[in-house]
């Protein structure tokens, strides 16, 4: 079986076959799907999702993006969203330097709320990097101890992945382990201990190399998951196996 980390299902570009979609992942074994929110319409979206479905859980967040939009009244809807049964963590969040669509220093004051909200929820995180991994290590490394959770389509190096691993944070790997100059990210899912790796698509984002450039689903972890095996010289069930172990245990429920 598979479980996908972080699919964005929710979104318009499912709207006309979601269940198809749904059927899709079923028919590859993905047994649990944890749909992402990153601003306050995509969290109650990923809400209302999971209400439908047994095997959908949500989280609640603001992508570094919209950082430029939270309002304690966003704060407080995130709080009370939280509380939900379905939803199991917070995020994403964190920073992107990348595009730069919120300043900076807007962007770090809105990670830290989640941060503190977190540890206030005693619930683990969701976190989107780009570009960034010099301010959001630090920021992490400050409260170690105090949180937990997964770094999202981790795409630094081994160096980055075990301070990472160090303050306690899963891996997550997505599509892009299967592009062939991924040579770091291929590196990392080779050294990833055993247990703090997790798998997921990113949907409808970053498919892997046999769908690249178009809409990524659920049902592709599967893609991800046969690329770890070849690298770790195991099978693609044995990791199916443990990333599900590692996100019951993560995101217990």
Known sequence: MFIDSH????????????????KRAHKAAVTNILVIGFDVETSRGAVALAEKHS????????HPHDAK????DVIKTFRELATHPKVIALGEMGLDYYRNLSPRPVQKVAFEQQLDLAEELRMPIIIHNRDAYMDILPILEARHGTIRGVLHCFTGDVELMHRGLAIG????IGGIVTYKNAT????VAQEVPEDRLLIETDCPWLAPQFRRGKRNEPAYVRAVAEKIAGLRGTTIETIGEVTAKNFQKLFAH
């Open 69 to 72: 939009d939270m309002t304690p």
């Open 169 to 172: 944070f899963h891996i997550g």
């Open 7 to 22: 699919a964005h299902i929710q979104l318009s570009q499912f709207n006309r076959d979601r269940d198809a979609v749904l």
């Open 55 to 62: 095997h959908i859980y949500a989280t609640v967040g603001m």
């Open 184 to 187: 770091d990210v291929q590196a």
